[in-house]
């Protein structure tokens, strides 16, 4: 069974920066699609990018670009979100998800694997 495990989240100050890992096991995901999505305290979970199998298709929601940068390291069975000049509105559980026809999609029912979250909290 595939496992994803996020980890890299945290307080941090409005216009400071986090990255966030997201570390796969089981299974290699170099043919998977993956994407981060966050959810805030009484909000339903929402799309923030998403990164093709190899790399090269990427996409963003509005809210996020020329902020965010996703990444991934298939050698390492590992993605990223660098997060930057972040915002009171980023305050978050961010989830990293993979699925085999995600490509190119924010539609979180086309990722069949899911992380438990980790909590991003910025701060005035």
């Known amino acids: 069974q595939v496992q994803l495990v996020e980890s890299g989240g945290g307080l941090v100050e409005a216009g400071g920066s986090l990255r966030l890992s997201c570390a796969a096991s089981g299974r290699t995901l170099s043919r998977y699609a993956m994407g981060w999505f966050r959810q805030a305290p009484g909000k339903e979970r929402e799309f923030v990018a998403t990164i093709s199998a190899s790399g090269v298709a990427i996409n963003y929601a509005d809210s996020v670009k020329s902020r965010f940068t996703i990444s991934r390291d298939n050698a390492k069975n590992t993605m990223y979100l660098q997060m930057n000049s972040l915002k009171l509105e980023d305050t978050a559980v961010y989830y990293c998800?993979?699925?085999?026809?995600?490509?190119?999609?924010?539609?979180?029912?086309?990722?069949?694997?899911w992380g438990q979250g980790t909590q991003v909290t910025v701060s005035s």
């Open positions: 998800a993979a699925g085999q026809y995600g490509s190119g999609s924010g539609n979180q029912h086309l990722y069949e694997y």
